[in-house]
Nanobody
């Protein structure tokens, strides 16, 4: 069974930094796109960042210049470095991966990790 496990969320003051991690495990042949979405209370889910297998990245407008997505392909892990955090960044962050496994093509999601930006 393929699964994604996230870590790194927590409470941080405005202007601070956090790094989220997301590791895929299971019988995986290849991971294509990886990325992060977030959802704040009362708001729609929004794309935070994504990264392709060859390292091309995309960011949501609200995080450009502050967040950086990266990946460690040999270890099936992606990271989201979040700097200059604002209260509006408070949300549950979900990682995803589109990959090929022994059972075929899958889109797998993490369990979510809460990021709270508050003084």
């Amino acid at each position: 069974q393929v699964q994604l496990v996230e870590s790194g969320g927590g409470l941080v003051q405005p202007g601070g930094s956090l790094r989220l991690s997301c590791t895929a495990s299971g019988r995986i042949f290849k991971i294509n796109d990886m990325g992060w979405y977030r959802q704040a209370p009362g708001k729609e889910r929004e794309l935070v960042a994504s990264i392709t297998n060859n390292g091309s990245t995309k960011y949501g407008d609200s995080v450009k210049g502050r967040f950086t997505i990266s990946r460690d392909n040999p270890n099936n892990t992606q990271y989201l470095q979040m700097n200059s955090l604002k209260p509006d960044d408070t949300a549950v962050y979900y990682c995803y991966a589109r990959l090929w496994a022994t059972t075929g093509a899958l889109e797998v999601w993490g369990q979510g990790t809460l990021v709270t930006v508050s003084s």
